[in-house]
């Protein structure tokens, strides 16, 4: 099994290096430029402070219809257009897997590459690339990849290398619960953080305002059968903010940086969502409009 990286940014270049360094077979492949290099140097920093050297071999255009594993690691927002170019080009054995915060590109995915067995996954994951060259693997966390088609459900075989290279994998048979209460914290600590340009740990102070939006969000979370009450989603909310209290979100690294946020598929899904069962989320609605009102400032 060779493992092609769609996206070497941060997580990608993480779970590249990783890979490679434990022995898989690792490749890169960028599906806007034709000409690649043979390959791309980069320095894992490792969580101990060591370095290790890599050499990440690039594929080119042409060698598409050999792919025999397709990661996906761009942000949410870059999933479909990255894709979209090998549409028709990707041998139908070829599983694809996205790992990637939000929810939305999964649908996209079912409709568009109907054959292939499709995956997806969440990764609590830290990286940062500090240049073109140099990774720096900032946490440690834990990486869950399940099927999204039938075919997809016989790539069970991909976890033992993923729990070698990174310290954890686990495969699950509810991956969308979990992307959900992925997304649940994503839509809550990401946009505020963002707002009020602050760490994660501001949450602490802003009690009020995070009980008001998971008491608003409790009825779609009702209708997407999950049980419990709101208190516990509340509970879940500042323990994770407490525990990464210095860390800044990636919406606020985005808008203090001028990227484009992935506001559209965190927030911008859930309202899409509550919007197909007749559910307003009017204080959601506020935090992503002034993240877009934000986001306007710089991106056209
Ligand atoms: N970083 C973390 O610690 C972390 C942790 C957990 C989850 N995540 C999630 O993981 C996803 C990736 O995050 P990230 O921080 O790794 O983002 P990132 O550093 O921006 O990486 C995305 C990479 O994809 C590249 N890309 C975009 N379109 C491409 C294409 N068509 N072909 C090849 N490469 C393409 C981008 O290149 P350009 O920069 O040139 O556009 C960029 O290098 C996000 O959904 C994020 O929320 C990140």
């Known amino acids: 099994m060779q493992w092609t990286i769609l996206g070497a940014g941060a997580i990608g270049s ?7 360094r434990t022995g898989q077979d690792v490749n890169l492949l960028d599906t806007r430029c034709a000409r690649q290099h043979a390959s791309h140097p980069m320095m894992l920093e490792l969580l101990d402070g060591s370095f290790c050297m890599c050499e990440l071999p690039c594929i080119s255009h042409q060698a598409v219809s050999d792919l025999t594993l397709l990661l996906v690691t761009t942000k949410v927002w870059q999933v479909i257009p990255a894709l979209e170019a090998l549409v028709g080009k990707l041998p139908h054995s070829c599983p694809i897997v996205l790992l990637h915060n939000g929810m939305g590109p999964e649908e996209w995915l079912l409709t568009h590459f109907p054959q292939n067995p499709l995956l997806t996954g969440v990764t609590s994951c830290g990286a940062f690339k500090k240049d073109p060259h140099h990774i720096k693997h900032t946490g440690l966390g ?25 310290g954890h994998a686990a495969w699950s048979d509810q991956i969308r619960e979990r992307q959900w209460r992925k997304l649940v914290v994503n839509a809550i600590i990401n946009p505020l953080t963002a707002l009020y340009n602050q760490p994660n740990g501001m949450l602490s102070e802003h009690q009020a305002e995070v009980n008001a939006l998971c008491e608003e969000l409790h009825p779609l979370l009702i209708a997407e059968s999950f049980t419990e009450p709101v208190t516990a989603w509340c509970e ?65």
């Open 14 to 20: 993480l779970f590249a290096t990783h890979l490679l």
């Open 142 to 166: 834990e990486t869950w990849l399940g099927a999204l088609n039938e075919a997809g459900t016989h790539y069970q075989s991909l976890i033992p290398p993923l729990a070698n290279a990174l």
């Open 236 to 300: 879940v909310i500042f323990k994770v903010a407490e525990q990464t209290a210095q860390n800044y979100s990636s919406m606020q690294q985005d808008l203090a940086h001028q990227r484009k946020t992935e506001i559209d598929y965190i927030t911008g899904y859930l309202l899409q969502q509550a919007e197909k069962i007749g559910i307003k989320l009017p204080l959601h609605q506020d935090l992503y409009l002034k993240i877009k009102k934000l986001e306007s400032t710089f991106t056209t």
